[in-house]
């Protein structure tokens, strides 16, 4: 008796623990297949040229879901107060497009300016970085018309699409020291992407160049950055494409 018993409770616990495996798998699944969403924008590094610090600027910057499937948007940030920013759609279907809107006041005297705007998202690639950069103009006024309102236009015909995994470093670490940080690169364009050049400003070693990215490929971009001096400091990267320069913003903290 105690011997069908114990076979009928042995049977109980398999089904349970079939029943909690497959759900587990179905749960990874359903992440997995998520994870294929991936978003191209119409442009990720914005020049606005030559801006007033009294006006406040509306930026709208289209994008559009590449992927296999839909890509929630989770949160979007700001480095700063002196901008905002909102997406016009929570759920974007494979195939659709939607907007996100930046409303951006420049600062008196902070010139030329870099602002990150950071979208946070379910998909395959978790995080987007846009980048806001221009000239602040103490010769504008209000009295003087210019341009308040930018809608980012996509690139026409074949084009290379470049996308960091990084736009903004920080790096710790003790007076002397050389650390070591991998930057990826990779295309979401049609045309190979060709890297010219990574001006680091002799603060850190990087590969040769020219390189090449052909579309879905992803390059790791070696950096040796060297920490020589005390405090904590602030400087930017230039990644040099036959595209667009990519500026990439560099915090150290040197002990």
């Given at each position: 008796?105690?011997f ?6 042995l ?34 590094n ?19 879901n ?15 107060g002196c ?57 504008l ?54 890297l010219?050049?990574?001006?680091t ?16 490929e ?6 040796q950055i060297?920490?020589t001096e ?10 040099m ?15």
């Amino acid at each position: 008796m105690e011997f069908f018993e114990r076979k009928k409770e042995l049977k109980e616990r398999y089904f349970i623990n079939l029943l909690l495996t497959l759900c587990i798998t179905l749960l990874l699944q359903t992440s997995a297949e998520a994870n294929e969403g991936v978003l191209m924008f119409s442009n990720q590094n914005i020049d606005l040229g030559v801006v007033s610090h009294e006006a406040t600027y509306h930026i709208v910057i289209p994008f559009k879901n590449i992927g296999k499937q839909e890509v929630e948007l989770l949160q979007i940030d700001t480095d700063c107060g002196c901008s905002k920013a909102s997406y016009s759609k929570k759920i974007v279907a494979s195939g659709d497009s939607a907007t996100i809107s930046v409303d951006f006041k420049p600062t008196e005297g902070e010139s030329p300016f870099y602002r990150s705007i950071v979208l946070l998202t379910n998909g395959k690639i978790g995080q987007y970085t846009i980048s806001l950069q221009g000239v602040v103009g103490n010769h504008l006024s209000k009295k003087q018309p210019f341009n308040t309102e930018f809608i980012i236009p996509w690139k026409t015909g074949k084009s290379a699409v470049p996308l960091l995994s990084k736009y903004a470093l920080k790096v710790e670490g003790n007076k002397g020291e050389t650390i070591s940080y991998p930057l990826y690169v990779t295309n979401l364009g049609e045309k190979p992407l060709v890297l010219n050049r990574f001006d680091t400003k002799g603060k850190a070693e990087t590969m040769q160049y020219p390189r090449m990215v052909r579309q879905g490929e992803i390059l790791m971009i070696p950096l040796q950055i060297k920490l020589t001096e005390s405090g904590v400091f602030r400087d930017y990267f230039k990644l040099m494409t036959d595209e667009k320069n990519i500026l990439i913003r560099l915090q150290t903290i040197v002990n």
